[in-house]
């Protein structure tokens, strides 16, 4: 029998290993159809879990994998040009200028779109076609380079794995990739931040930042390790769309509390243990549960087992 979360009133940091040793989660992650049991759970993954137990068993423990979508492969793209510059500025000492940063974001957008369609494609939508998708790549690296780089503070890593044990003795671990690690001036002090890119349409306000669970856990895994970091900072392009004729950006900045915090890592370790409630009763064979019918997740457009599943059009 597992050992019960306990928290105390006050939100005073607790050692790592005090820390761990309160957080009841299971030694092991479900196993895959191949017989390989999961090793990590990421951001995403625990995402996926929260929103659709279903969609979580047939991603990872059936290997049912889609194509990405067009946006996916766009904020990609951003994403691997933007951390090239930073890589230049750290190991080269060298600013990239715009227009080297376009001629690598081009190279880097051919080069994986071939990678991609000889594996599964890229799922473009009419609204957001290649040759839309590219030109909005473009404008994003000019705009952040404009508005955003010279806010974002001093970059001290890019592309770092932070990987971290819930407890001691896990035969897995939360894993994840932080785009961008900075030194940034807040209140008149220097304060290392997580800085993550977005391209979207729909940016985060500061309630959503305030809520978000890759903020949570990246910063918890920070604290764990013992280097926690004084902020979170969404670093993000806004899509031009029916809403907004002109692409923008923002720079959203959340933070947690120690209590918080302590929080992120109960939930992660909550949901590893329902992962595994779920495996001892159905299998990898059984559906899971459904996402909320009346939930955006729940449909063809953001499902792609939509068409297959029970819960969807299945049936």
Known sequence: MQPTLTCP??????????????????????TRLDGEP??????????????????????????????????????SRVDDALSLYYRQRLERRQTLELEQLRDAYRDLWFEQLEH???????????ELDEQTAFAIGLKAIAITLAELVPALGEPVAVQRELQF????GLDWTVKGVLDLETLRD?????VPAVIDYKVKATPLGQDKADRDAQAGLYLAGRWLAGEPAGQFGFAQVHKPGPRRKQI????????????????VLARIGLAASQMGAHYDRFGPDAPWGFADPAGWKCSPRYCTHHARCPGGAGL
Not at 43 to 69: A, I, K
Not at 165 to 168: D, E, F, G, I
Not at 249 to 257: A, K
Request: proline share 14%; hydrophobic share 35%; aromatic share 6%.
């Open 38 to 75: 999961l090793r990590h759970l990421s951001p995403s993954s625990y995402n996926r879990f929260l929103l659709c137990p279903e969609d979580w068993r047939r991603h990872y423990l059936l290997g049912e994998r889609v194509p990405p979508n067009g946006a996916m492969f766009l904020g």
């Open 116 to 126: 991609e369609e000889s594996q599964r494609g890229v799922r473009w939508e009419p």
């Open 165 to 168: 044990r819930l407890a001691p």
């Open 186 to 190: 807040r209140d008149g002090r220097t």
């Open 248 to 263: 923008a950006t923002s720079l959203v900045t959340t933070t947690r509390s120690p209590g918080r915090l302590r929080g």
């Open 9 to 30: 009133p006050a939100p005073a940091p607790v050692p790592a290993d005090e820390l761990a040793a309160r957080i009841a989660v299971p030694r092991t992650l479900p």
